[in-house]
Nanobody, 127 residues
Framework: QVQLRESGGGSVQAGGSLRLSCAVS????????MAWFREKSGKERELVAA????????KYTDSVQGRFTISRDNSKKTTYLQMNNLEPEDTAVYYC????????????????????WGQGTQVTVSS
């Protein structure tokens, strides 16, 4: 059974930084596409950033490009999201997702493809 556990959320002022971690247990982490999504109050879950199995390809939503960095350490079975220059609009619950069925040559970044999720971690940015 694949399990994901996020950590690192919290409250910061605008311009601050946070680093989210997502530790994966069970399964074969190096075979999974990984991504961070977020849910703002009353809104649907949206992609923040995704990273391919090898880590060689990444994708970011436009609003975080240049401020957030997704990475992974396959030896530690962990995915990270470094968030710099945070804005109040980044306030949301952040979820880590694993795409366990992606093939090597593919790279998917819509929520429908992610079959395992963490419990979510709250990020609150005050102005």
């Amino acid at each position: 059974q694949v399990q994901l556990r996020e950590s690192g959320g919290g409250s910061v002022q605008a311009g601050g930084s946070l680093r989210l971690s997502c530790a994966v247990s069970g399964g074969q982490f190096s075979r999974y596409g990984m991504a961070w999504f977020r849910e703002k109050s009353g809104k649907e879950r949206e992609l923040v950033a995704a990273i391919s199995r090898s880590g060689g390809r990444t994708k970011y939503t436009d609003s975080v490009q240049g401020r957030f960095t997704i990475s992974r350490d396959n030896s530690k079975k962990t995915t990270y999201l470094q968030m710099n220059n945070l804005e109040p609009e980044d306030t949301a619950v952040y979820y880590c997702g694993a795409d366990t069925r992606v093939i090597l040559s593919d790279f998917r970044f819509t929520a429908q493809y992610y079959d395992y999720w963490g419990q979510g971690t709250q990020v609150t940015v005050s102005s």
